[in-house]
């Protein structure tokens, strides 16, 4: 049963956007904060943003504010990270993610769930 499925990665070039789409199971949804997390051939995955289930809020990683934003929707159980500004250091595989314990948002430790992941592509 596929509980997290990253969508809307690609080929996109600097400065252009993407809107990545997580699908969760309802269980998923309804019960877990969601992140997203990236990593680039050769790093380390990195956080990248979350939002909590009960409440809304959101936290980003490093300097990602401003560029991109986390979002819900509730009606269809889905995440999303706007990317905007798009640099080619973004270039990554995107995971989508659910928070599973008490631990920081910033760490993947934190989160019990992962979807396949989705490549982001951004060319100079």
């Known amino acids: 049963q596929v509980q997290l499925e990253e969508s809307g990665g690609g080929l996109v070039q600097a400065g252009g956007s993407l809107r990545l789409s997580c699908a969760a199971s309802?269980?998923?949804?309804?019960?877990?904060?969601l992140g997203w997390f990236r990593q680039a051939p050769g790093k380390e995955r990195e956080f990248v943003a979350a939002i909590a289930v009960r409440g809304g809020s959101t936290y980003y990683g490093g300097s990602l504010k401003g560029r991109f934003t986390i979002s819900g929707d509730n009606a269809k159980n889905t995440v999303y990270l706007q990317m905007n500004s798009l640099k080619p250091e973004d270039t990554a595989v995107y995971y989508c993610?659910?928070?599973?314990?008490?631990?920081?948002?910033?760490?993947?430790?934190?989160?019990?769930?992962w979807g396949q992941g989705t490549q982001v592509t951004v060319s100079s």
């Open positions: 993610a659910a928070k599973s314990n008490s631990g920081s948002y910033l760490y993947s430790r934190s989160y019990g769930y």
């Open positions: 309802i269980r998923i949804f309804k019960n877990y904060d």
